[in-house]
C-alpha cells in the first residue's frame, strides 16, 4: 500500500499520476483539510501536523509514505524521516531532477506558497545538484483558493497569473517548476502565458514516477486497485474539488481526528 499525505485536497493530483502509471495500485490518502493551509502557517506547526499525519498512515500498514504537500516536504520531511522507520520521499526532489534535466540556460523558475518559497528549499536542493543554477523562485499564494474554487479557465485566474509570472518572464526563465500540488490544473493557462516557450515541470507526475520506480511492479499487476481518503474534515465542496483534481469521484470517504 502507498500512504500519501497533504494538507488538504491538492495531493490528489499526485494521486492521479499514481492511478494512471499504476492503476491497480492500493493508495491511503490522508488529507488534513482541519488545517489547511499550511502554507501559512509556522514551520514548528507544519512538523507537528505532518509527523501525526505520516503516523497515522505509518499504522495502517503503509509500505512507502508520499509528502505530497510542497509546503510539509520543503519544511518537515528531515523531521520526519529522523521520526518514522518508513521510506519517507517528498515532493522537491523528483521535479528538481527533471528540471535540471529540461533547462538550456540555467534559469529556472518555482512558483508556491509562502511557507515553501521563504524556506528555500528548492533553491538548496538545485544548488546540491548544479551551484551554477539560477533560480527565481515567487510565492503565488492566490491560486490555491482560485483552484480550489474551480475557476481554472477563469479571466481572473489568467489576470492573476499574468502578475506573478510577468517577473520569471523578464528573468528569461526556460523552465518552470510548479511547486505546489494545485498547479498541475493551471498548466494550460501557464503554457498561455508564456506562449509555449518554455518547458514546464509538473512535480505530481514526477513524484508518481518515482513511486513506479520504488515498487516492483510487475508484482502486483493481478491485485485490484483501491483508494481510501481520510480527512480530518470534509468541506462542503469536498466531491466537486475531489472531482476535479482526480478526474472522477472517490466513494470511500472517511473523517477521521488528528491524534497530535
Excluded at 490544473?185 to 512535480?203: A, G, M, P, Y
Excluded at 513511486?211 to 508484482?219: G, H, Q
Excluded at 478526474?247 to 488528528?258: E, H, N, W
Aim: overall charge positive.
Amino acid at each position: 500500500m502507498i500512504g500519501v499525505f497533504d494538507s488538504g485536497l491538492g495531493g490528489l493530483t499526485v494521486v492521479k499520476e499514481i492511478i494512471r502509471l499504476m492503476p491497480t495500485a492500493r493508495i491511503l490518502y490522508f488529507g488534513d483539510t482541519a488545517h489547511l493551509p499550511y502554507g501559512e502557517k509556522s514551520e514548528e506547526i507544519i512538523k507537528k501536523y505532518t509527523l501525526a499525519a505520516c503516523n497515522f498512515l505509518k499504522k495502517r500498514k503503509v509500505k512507502i509514505i508520499v509528502i505530497a504537500c510542497h509546503s510539509a516536504s520543503s519544511v518537515a520531511l528531515d523531521y520526519v524521516k529522523s521520526k518514522i522507520s518508513l521510506p519517507v520521499i517528498g515532493v522537491i526532489e523528483t521535479g528538481v531532477k527533471t528540471a535540471l534535466k529540461k533547462t538550456k540556460n540555467k534559469r529556472i523558475g518555482v512558483i508556491g506558497t509562502r511557507i515553501t518559497i521563504k524556506s528555500g528549499a528548492y533553491e538548496r536542493v538545485f544548488k546540491n545538484y548544479d551551484k551554477e543554477i539560477e533560480i527565481i523562485a515567487r510565492a503565488t499564494p492566490l491560486l490555491v483558493p482560485l483552484v480550489e474554487e474551480g475557476w481554472i479557465n477563469h479571466p481572473i485566474t489568467k489576470e492573476i497569473l499574468k502578475i506573478y509570472l510577468e517577473p520569471l518572464k523578464e528573468e528569461e526563465i526556460d523552465t518552470l517548476l510548479l511547486g505546489c500540488t494545485h498547479y498541475p490544473l493551471l498548466k494550460k493557462t501557464i503554457e498561455e502565458i508564456f506562449r509555449n516557450k518554455i518547458t514546464i515541470v509538473d512535480s505530481a507526475e514526477e513524484l508518481a514516477k518515482s513511486i513506479v520506480d520504488f515498487f516492483d511492479y510487475r508484482k502486483i499487476k493481478r491485485i485490484k486497485g483501491e483508494l481510501i481518503i481520510y480527512l480530518t474534515d470534509i468541506p462542503p465542496e469536498f466531491e466537486r474539488v475531489a472531482r476535479n483534481f482526480l478526474g472522477f469521484s472517490p466513494d470511500k470517504i472517511m473523517r477521521v481526528a488528528l491524534q497530535e
